[in-house]
């Protein structure tokens, strides 16, 4: 009997060894071109960042609906051009500066 959110041990008979090949090099291809994508649009990374680090910050307390808003915010897309434009070496942390430091 499996407990909730357990997995089901693998069938490995539900597949023949040709069918796992093609398995297999579909995850590869899908990777392929998910990687090339990525590559393909830095502002992914600049908008992820900015997200976490915007998040962080303000620790709403409903995080999905700080999510909602966010991507939605008509204003997005031209703070992630400046921020792309600012091209900074290493991520904008500045917020902590706001922040107490801790004390151990």
């Avoid at 908008?47 to 915010?73: G, Q, V, Y």
Wanted: overall charge neutral.
């Amino acid at each position: 009997m499996l407990t909730k959110g357990a997995l089901e041990p693998s069938d490995g008979l539900a597949l023949n060894e040709e069918q796992r090949k093609k398995l297999r090099q579909l995850k590869i291809d899908t990777q392929k071109r998910d990687e090339a994508y990525i590559r393909a649009h830095p502002e992914l990374d600049t908008m992820c960042s900015e997200f976490l680090r915007d998040i962080a910050h303000k620790r709403p307390t409903d995080t999905t609906a700080f999510a909602a808003a966010w991507f939605t915010n008509e204003n997005l897309e031209t703070h992630i051009t400046k921020k792309m434009q600012e091209k900074k070496a290493e991520r904008d942390f500045e917020f902590v500066k706001d922040v107490p430091n801790m004390k151990l």
